[in-house]
């Protein structure tokens, strides 16, 4: 009995070191059941971003980097201070080659104003596709909602209001949804 016991807590032993020395790669693999995901890390830009000013809370929430594109433009969005906001930007981010993403970012005293905003912005949309509309969540709660235009082309925009923020992003379809989704406002 002993014997075994001994045998027992030596295969846990072994077992407990050779899968705990497997290094981060395999740190990021989820087995449940039959299924396997494994999980990457998210890309990261090629290219330091530019160097911004100080601003207010909102301009120093906008991302310098956002996956693998960093911020190469900023600067005003008049546009946006036309068409109510407090505060408004355009920001240009790339990932180094020709890919470019235009992100237009703005603020509104209230959330009315920012979810009115929000619509004028997507009513503005000539999309030559399917439209996709859904809710934007924090922490499982509705705050606003999104929608992704297609131009047929393989370029796009998705608008999202947020509380009193409203985004919109310019760029490649296909990085559209993980944009809106690693953007942290």
Known sequence: MIVTGAVVVGLVVVAVLVLGNRGPAAAARVVVGAQQTVTAAPPQPTVEPIARDAG?????????????????????????????????????????????LTVSAGQWATPEAATAAYQAMVAAQKPAGAVEEGPVQVAGAEVGRFTVAPRGDGTGTVTWVNGTSVIQVDGPEAALHDVFAAFPL
């Open 56 to 100: 207010t809370a909102f301009y120093g929430a906008l991302p310098s980097t956002v996956l693998s594109y960093a911020l190469t433009e900023a600067g005003p969005a008049a546009p946006l201070v036309s068409a109510g906001a407090l505060e408004g930007y355009r920001m240009v981010y790339g990932d180094g080659g020709t890919t470019t």
